[in-house]
């Protein structure tokens, strides 16, 4: 059962997942990068064919990146639907990773495979357009790791308690939702990114400790089992 807080809580690791230094300093060659793949001269562009781009290419990178994290929520969904008669314990070691990982994310201790990422040369997706924008957005799923490995892998951990494939699917909707609607925002409004770096970033920093520590909380909450009682005052469950 995905309930509301636990969807909530992935919404909001989405969006600090975007907000994480690593990722805002990425997201403007991204977005620039992805608006070649549907111009054959980008300097002959007007302004709005650029942004135009932009925008349809950054949303189908979105959805890249999105089919792949619940292709992944689904299958933790499914294979912890295996293990139906030990929800308990389900949700003790799905707790426990979550509080690791929400350690990792404030810098306790490092796990050597949440950084290690892999790399692609996307030049030869350009001849796709929207499609090669697709599975860009798919390669950068797996890619990105190093740079939010802990957070995603605690929200993996979480859909691995759920108990079937469409609640996992569903919770890792959640997460892409919160990645997603402002990576777009940044295809609308190409720059703000950097701009927020530089005059918030030590104001972002603050934010992704704060996520780490809200992970451990969640992840004593998803132990205990006290997210189901607290999921009683948000009646909304799937």
């Known amino acids: 059962m995905t309930d509301s807080v636990s969807l909530g809580a992935a919404f909001v690791a989405g969006i600090v997942s975007f907000l994480a230094p690593c990722t805002l300093a990425l997201v403007p060659a991204y977005v620039l990068s992805l608006a070649s793949f549907t111009m054959s001269d980008r300097s002959r562009a007007t302004p ?23 292709a992944l929520g689904g299958s933790l969904g499914v294979l912890s639907a295996t293990f139906e008669g030990q ?23 490092k796990v050597s495979i949440l950084e290690r990422g892999l790399s692609f040369d996307t030049e030869w997706a350009k001849g796709l357009r929207y499609l090669g924008s697709l599975v860009v957005g798919g390669a950068f799923a797996v890619g990105w790791v ?9 929200i993996l951990a979480l859909a691995g308690t759920t108990g079937s494939a469409a609640s996992g699917a569903l919770l890792l909707f959640a997460y ?10 940044a295809g609308v409004f190409s720059g703000w990114t950097t701009s927020l770096i530089r005059r918030h970033g030590r104001v972002l920093t603050v934010m992704n400790y704060a996520g780490g520590a809200g992970l451990v909380v969640l992840g004593i909450l998803v132990y205990t089992d006290l997210i189901s ?3 009683n005052y948000v009646p909304v469950t799937l």
């Open 229 to 231: 009682a607290l999921a």
């Open 176 to 185: 892409s939702l919160g990645l997603m609607l402002p990576f777009v925002g």
């Open 87 to 109: 929800a308990i314990w389900l949700n003790r070691v799905g707790g426990a990773l979550v509080i690791a990982f929400g350690l990792v994310s404030l810098g306790l201790f």
């Open 48 to 70: 709005w064919q650029l942004r135009r781009a932009s925008i349809l290419n950054t949303l189908t990178f979105a959805l890249g990146f999105s089919t792949v994290f619940v």
């Open 146 to 154: 190093p740079c939010v490995g802990p957070i995603l892998a605690a």
